[in-house]
């Protein structure tokens, strides 16, 4: 039997801009929504701490470049959430009361396809991106795969969980492509949430870092930075 919850849907598509008299919320609504019955390899969680996401920002707005979003959708893709039932078939691992980050992104995972052959889900065609192509974070609960969910390391809060999937992609930028050093200066152009993780990133990886802004920034966001 489905259960009806809460979720924060995206529906609209109409462009919103400063001063148009449309109100941000035009496009958005809390709805209720079905938890259907689970299929192979599914779980259900319940969602803890969700971050808002520029792209989430964008796709509300009704920014063009966001058109391919699905509607209507529970957006979210940042966020922690805690296993609560496990479907038919085989989850490895994974148990009821584990509480997890999930993969924003899952390819096919066909043998034959040549981005998750080698891992590279985020360059699969068929990908699925929590939030986008399917119910995310922003909904009470949510239904995912098993393979998507990746336990919280010992230490790390639930608050801090709907931090890893942005900070990873710092991680990946600066870590495994930059190869940052002690001593190195280091430039982070543009002074948002992604921006300032970098600098901590950078600074923690020993070297001298200056952050920029444009002149919008230099009141607030440089301030803090």
């Given at each position: 039997?489905?259960?009806?919850?809460?979720?924060?849907?995206?529906?609209?598509?109409?462009?919103?801009?400063?001063?148009?008299?449309?109100?941000?919320?035009?496009?958005?609504?809390?709805?209720?929504?079905?938890?259907?019955?689970?299929?192979?390899?599914?779980?259900?969680?319940?969602?803890?701490?969700?971050?808002?996401?520029?792209?989430?920002?964008?796709?509300?707005?009704?920014?063009?470049?966001?058109?391919?979003?699905?509607?209507?959708?529970?957006?979210?893709?940042?966020?922690?959430?805690?296993?609560?039932?496990?479907?038919?078939?085989?989850?490895?691992d994974?148990?009821?009361?584990?509480?997890?980050?999930?993969?924003?992104?899952?390819?096919?995972?066909?043998?034959?396809?040549?981005?998750?052959?080698?891992?590279?889900?985020?360059?699969?065609?068929?990908?699925?991106?929590?939030?986008?192509?399917?119910?995310?974070?922003?909904?009470?609960?949510v239904?995912?795969?098993s393979?998507?969910?990746?336990?919280?390391?010992?230490?790390?809060?639930?608050?801090?969980?709907?931090?890893?999937?942005?900070?990873?992609v710092?991680?990946?930028?600066?870590?495994?492509?930059?190869?940052?050093?002690?001593?190195?200066?280091?430039?982070?152009?543009?002074?948002?949430?992604?921006?300032?993780?970098?600098?901590?990133?950078?600074?923690?990886?020993?070297?001298?870092?200056?952050?920029?802004?444009?002149?919008?920034?230099?009141?607030?966001?440089?301030?803090?930075?």
């Open positions: 039997m489905s259960k009806s919850i809460k979720g924060f849907c995206l529906h609209g598509r109409e462009k919103i801009l400063p001063n148009s008299g449309i109100t941000v919320t035009s496009n958005t609504s809390v709805v209720a929504m079905q938890i259907p019955e689970l299929k192979e390899g599914e779980i259900l969680a319940r969602t803890l701490y969700t971050g808002i996401c520029g792209s989430d920002n964008s796709a509300a707005l009704g920014k063009p470049n966001f058109d391919w979003v699905e509607r209507p959708r529970i957006i979210g893709h940042e966020f922690s959430a805690e296993v609560l039932e496990l479907g038919p078939g085989d989850h490895g994974v148990k009821v009361g584990d509480v997890f980050t999930p993969l924003a992104m899952l390819g096919c995972q066909d043998e034959d396809c040549p981005a998750c052959s080698v891992a590279k889900w985020n360059l699969c065609p068929s990908k699925q991106i929590i939030g986008f192509h399917r119910n995310g974070g922003f909904g009470q609960q239904i995912l795969e393979d998507r969910v990746v336990p919280l390391m010992e230490g790390l809060t639930r608050e801090q969980g709907a931090l890893v999937e942005p900070l990873s710092i991680v990946n930028a600066l870590h495994n492509k930059c190869n940052i050093k002690p001593g190195q200066d280091v430039v982070v152009t543009g002074c948002g949430i992604i921006g300032l993780m970098s600098a901590e990133l950078a600074r923690a990886a020993g070297a001298r870092v200056a952050v920029t802004g444009i002149e919008h920034d230099v009141n607030i966001r440089l301030k803090k930075a």
